[in-house]
């Protein structure tokens, strides 16, 4: 049976959403759409540690709460025009991409070039996984029986 929400339609693995603005016939203005997280990522490709990074940078729209629920979105123009200059800037100037909260590297250990071999592991091997747990089996149920 076909579904009634034209928000998210659910193919397979994939999602395919229709977020296309919608415009109101009787004024022929387009209406107002929120978008949710997932459509966000749909439209931009940001994985959403990214969004979230670049919203608290001030470099991406912000997020607000839906009045009556324990959701938020975002306004479809807005992140419909961040998308846009995105892709200009990206066309204009062929730059370096802008780093966001990168871990700085750390510096090669000395330790690791002069590296000492591993000590040498004293007693028998513990054997496979099926092994020991049958040992530990075996433990419990002489602790039980005796």
């Known amino acids: 049976m076909p579904m009634k929400s034209s928000a998210a339609k659910i193919t397979g693995n994939q999602e395919v959403f229709d977020i ?3 415009i109101n016939r009787a004024t022929r203005r387009t209406v107002a759409r929120i978008l949710r997280r997932a459509e966000v ?6 994985p959403y540690s990214t969004m979230y990074k670049l919203m608290r940078a001030g ?3 912000e997020k607000f709460r839906i009045p009556g629920t324990n959701a938020v979105g975002w306004d479809y123009e807005e992140v419909v025009a961040w998308v846009e200059k995105t892709i200009a800037d990206a066309k204009l100037s062929r730059r370096e991409p802008v780093t966001i909260d990168q871990p700085k590297a750390k ?3 000395r330790a690791a070039v002069e590296a000492k071999p591993a000590p040498k592991r004293v007693g028998r091997p513990l054997g496979t996984t ?3 747990l049958a040992k530990r089996r075996r433990k ?3 602790v039980e029986a005796g």
Not at 41 to 46: A, S, W
């Open 41 to 46: 990522r749909h439209l931009t490709g940001l």
């Open 130 to 132: 099926k092994e020991v």
């Open 107 to 109: 510096p090669a250990k």
């Open 59 to 61: 470099l991406f729209p």
């Open 140 to 142: 419990e149920a002489a």
């Open 20 to 22: 296309a603005p919608k």
